[in-house]
């Protein structure tokens, strides 16, 4: 699959695992001392370094704030202030 980067318009192709971003990435618990892997599917990468997903974001702080808030916290973030 070919995409274009939103931010600087490069072609790149996700389906590679080492391109595209956001990447998967793994989140450790600690208490349990267990790592689970958080998988990003090609079709949810949108940019083609980090560099222009970070720059991108930079430039639409307000729409992605604006996102963010409307959503709400979640469970685990309740659950996180809650134990502090």
Same mark, same amino acid.
């Given at each position: %699959?070919?995409?274009y !980067? @939103?931010n600087c318009g ?6 590679? *695992?080492?391109?595209?971003y ?6 450790? $618990?600690?208490? *349990?001392?267990?790592?689970e892997? @958080? $998988?990003?599917? *090609? ?6 370094? @980090?560099? !222009? %997903? ?9 729409a992605?704030?604006l996102? @963010?808030?409307s %959503?709400?916290?979640? $469970?685990?973030?309740n659950?996180?202030i809650?134990?502090?």
């Amino acid at each position: %699959m070919r995409k274009y !980067c @939103l931010n600087c318009g490069k072609k790149f192709y996700p389906n590679n *695992a080492w391109t595209g971003y956001p990447q998967t990435e793994y989140s450790y $618990d600690y208490e *349990a001392r267990t790592t689970e892997r @958080l $998988d990003v599917p *090609a079709e949810h990468k949108h940019f083609h370094s @980090l560099s !222009c %997903m970070k720059e991108w974001l930079a430039k639409n702080h307000e729409a992605v704030h604006l996102l @963010l808030t409307s %959503m709400g916290n979640n $469970d685990t973030n309740n659950e996180t202030i809650e134990r502090t």
